[in-house]
């Protein structure tokens, strides 16, 4: 008995029990409820601006439709590929991890990175054209195109929450980097620990599923 | 078995005295000065809460006093109406945010929270450690932006002025939004220890009251407070760079920031005062000596109060220019958070109700908190209704509604809790003497304070003007006589707390004989709470009489 265990956990290293666990099972499913919170609060975080949008799109029909227009619908379809194809890769580190598979795990999540680093190349480029032309919020705005009341007021909207959104970005690849130089350099995921990896990829899913909110609510108006 | 001899945890109970000596008191296992500030154990934690926590009550209260004593003349007094202002906005932003937000969750909650559900520690231990940090960062630089300009808004941040005024509006919105990082952070932690961490026998339904109001209140911190990040970051950068979300010369709408701002503010209420109600469900039930009548309602009324007070932040707004039947429906909402309120009371009240009431001073301090939560309550169904709010709309019957209810109800379950942990936290008696004069003047000092401006208020004073007319002057002397009685009873409460830390006579393990479950570890308790294995609980939680034979009297 004594022996089978510690060859499991040869092949398969368990993550460290703090003493104030009963088991690793409590232990993981304190760390993924607490997770589950954290997701709710930057839920809520987000749901102050969607009813911010809510507001001034009740108020400001025409400049919002407009103002829509204006941005380039394309960009921001490749993006939205692109963060849904992410999370899937983030899904697959997590399957790779339960397995064991270390070198795989790295691989889907520097794939993921990739494509995060894709989705904030996009952006700059959306950010610069506007900067460029003057769709901007408030008073920095000077684009001639549209000169309906509110226009600025949707740009403040977008670029707050696109912001926002792409600082959750910089963060979600910070997390995913911290199990990918892991799984390089300790390659310890296994089926009794993956904990970290699936943490790291349901904040990624969080911040995907952020933007599949905010794609129609910005774009297609 | 009989009950009474089945309380003490089977297993704790005979190793603790063979493994006594190995197993020092949290406060002096390690000494040095990292062991105390890089430490992760919950008591210590909340003990470092209960140091700041306790300074900002102090310059909270010193603002106050300032206040006061402006407010003694018709005219200036003691200051300029600029610093006037600022002094308000101080006195209200630390004591909301620093001081009575995580007064009792973070010190009390921390302490007792891990000792009650028979675990060794929160959750997340080094999350908990970081709150503290959090919030200390915050407490920064929020203060550095009120000594540095210092912000004249109220503690509202009303906007368009708030985002227009030439004071330091940003650090000290940044501070609060840092600040309620370390209120989420506790929330997560407490929701995730009462799931996880229950020792065997404690089912949610033997869980002591006062976790369920924690439970509770980390329900509204972890829901709510996001909303008020995003808002207050919001206002700081258009204060800053003017992106003009909130300004109407650009078709933003500053009644979307009041519904945003209420939104968190008003569950913030609760926040502040479930805890306190929590506190007073353990004191009730240990000085009665009887087991808490309806425990269920109790726990199930915490958890209607933190859910309808979500659906209440509209009746901060009845003369804002909201439709009528918004204001309707908010006014009728906010009449069921009085019903679940009544619910507890008169539970508490059924608790003492042929109990052995021992009076120490945690229970005169529940009497207290009985009384101003009955007429701070029912102010506030006042309030509520739509049509009284409109004549006493921001003035001072707002005022000494809100003080009565979310101030006095906070602090006599702060001072309660103080009291009555105290030997469980420090192992030492305080004075029961000067504890219930001290009692005695702050209960009268707070009433002494606040009556006068609920009739200053009846009489159209208005809130936060600097000048007032003549006639208004007499209640204002009482009033700010009032606060220096108040005043002079907390000194009294430091100074013998103060003495009892370091003279106080040793407590012994259980100095209340009080059931509830953080009683049975030693006082105070060692590092990892309890000595030997983990101990089970198979009694419920306030048990002093078996309640089939306690009811057979009384049955009518």
């Known amino acids: 008995m004594q022996s089978s265990v510690s060859t499991a956990g040869a092949a398969a290293p368990v993550p460290r029990l703090a003493m104030h666990f009963a088991s690793l099972e409590v232990q993981n499913h304190a760390a993924r409820l607490g997770m589950w919170l954290f997701l709710a609060t930057e839920i809520l975080l987000f749901a102050g601006l969607f009813v911010c949008y809510g507001v001034y799109r009740f108020l400001f029909p025409d400049a919002w439709a407009a103002s829509s227009r204006s941005l380039d619908l394309t960009l921001g379809t490749v993006n939205t590929v692109v963060l849904i194809t992410s999370s899937l890769t983030a899904a697959l580190a997590v399957h790779y991890a339960k397995e064991g598979k270390n070198k795989a795990v790295a691989v889907q999540i520097a794939l993921t990175l990739l494509m995060a680093c894709g989705f904030l190349v996009i952006k700059y480029f959306e950010y610069s054209h506007k900067f460029h032309i003057g769709t901007l919020p408030g008073r920095y705005y000077f684009y001639e195109g549209i000169q309906l009341p509110g226009a600025p007021l949707y740009f403040t909207v977008y670029f707050f929450s696109t912001a926002l959104h792409g600082l959750h970005v910089l963060i979600g690849m910070a997390v995913l980097t911290f199990s990918m130089v892991r799984a390089l350099k300790k390659a310890d995921f296994g089926p009794n620990n993956y904990t970290m990896v699936e943490l790291g990829s349901m904040y990624w899913h969080l911040v995907d599923l952020v933007w599949i909110f905010l794609f129609p609510m910005l774009y297609l108006v | ?556």
């Not at chain 2, 932003?93 to 009575?100: E, G, K, Q, S």
């Not at chain 2, 609760?270 to 425990?295: D, Q």
């Not at chain 2, 309707?328 to 909402?333: H, K, Q, S, T």
């Not at chain 2, 009384?371 to 005022?399: E, K, P, Q």
Request: aromatic letters at 16%.
């Open chain 2, 1 to 556: 078995m009989t009950p009474s001899s089945s309380i003490a945890a089977p297993g704790a109970t005979p190793a603790h005295e063979e493994h006594h000596d190995h197993h020092p008191s949290y406060l002096v296992d390690g000494t040095t000065i990292r062991s105390w500030l890089l430490t992760v154990d919950h008591k210590r934690i909340g003990l470092m809460f209960l140091f700041w926590v306790l300074l900002f009550f102090l310059v909270g209260g010193i603002f106050a006093l300032l206040i006061r004593v402006e407010l003694l003349t018709p005219g200036p007094t003691i200051m300029d109406a600029m610093t006037y202002n600022r002094t308000f906005t101080l006195h209200g932003l630390v004591m909301i945010f620093l001081f009575m937000i995580p007064a009792i969750p973070a010190v009390f909650g921390n302490f007792m929270l891990p000792l009650m559900l028979g675990a060794k520690d929160v959750a997340f231990p080094r999350l908990n450690l970081l709150s503290l940090y959090i919030y200390l960062f915050g407490a920064v630089l929020a203060l550095w932006g009120m000594l540095n300009g210092g912000l004249d808004t109220g503690w509202t941040f009303y906007t368009p002025y708030s985002a227009h005024t030439t004071t330091t509006v940003a650090p000290v919105l940044f501070g609060a939004f840092i600040i309620g990082f370390s209120s989420i952070v506790t929330g997560i932690n407490f929701i995730v220890t009462c799931h996880t961490m229950r020792a065997p026998g404690i089912t949610w339904f033997k869980m002591p009251l006062f976790v369920w109001a924690l439970y509770a209140t980390s329900c509204i911190q972890v829901l709510a407070t996001p909303v008020i990040g995003l808002l207050l970051v919001l206002v700081a950068v258009e204060n800053i760079s003017g992106i003009g979300m909130f300004d109407p010369a650009r078709g933003g709408d500053p009644m979307l920031f009041q519904h945003l701002f209420w939104f968190y503010s008003h569950p913030a209420v609760y926040i502040m005062v479930l805890p306190a109600f929590g506190v007073m469900s353990e004191v009730v039930a240990a000085f009665s000596r009887k087991n808490i009548f309806g425990y269920r309602a109790v726990a199930y009324s915490s958890l209607g109060i933190a859910f309808v007070g979500f659906f209440a932040w509209g009746h901060h707004m009845f003369v804002s220019g909201q439709s009528t039947f918004a204001a309707g429906m908010f006014g009728a909402l906010t009449m069921l958070v009085g019903v679940f309120t009544a619910i507890k009371v008169f539970n508490w009240v059924g608790t003492v109700y042929k109990g052995a009431v021992d009076f120490k001073t945690p229970f005169a301090y529940f009497c207290g908190f009985l009384f101003f939560t009955v007429f701070g309550g029912m102010t506030g169904i006042a309030l509520g209704t739509v049509s009284l709010d409109v004549a006493w709309h921001d003035t001072y019957f707002v005022v000494a509604h809100f003080h009565f209810i979310m101030v006095g109800a906070t602090i006599m379950a702060f001072l309660a809790a103080l009291h009555y942990w105290f030997p469980k936290m420090f192992g030492r008696m305080y004075h029961e003497g000067w504890g219930l004069v001290s009692a005695a003047l702050i209960i009268l000092g707070f009433n002494a304070t606040f009556i006068p401006q609920f009739l200053l208020g009846n009489n159209g004073m208005p809130r936060r003007y600097y000048e007032y007319p003549e006639r208004f002057q007499a209640l204002n002397v009482a009033s700010t006589a009032g606060a220096s009685l108040l005043a002079f009873g907390f000194i009294i409460i430091a100074m013998y707390l103060t003495y009892a830390l370091v003279y106080g006579r040793a407590a012994g393990k259980n100095p209340w004989r009080s059931k509830g479950y953080e009683w049975l570890t030693e006082s105070p308790p060692p590092t990892h709470n309890f000595v030997g294995p983990q101990p089970t609980y198979p009694e419920e939680p306030h048990f002093y009489v078996d309640p089939k034979k306690a009811e057979v009297p009384d049955a009518v």
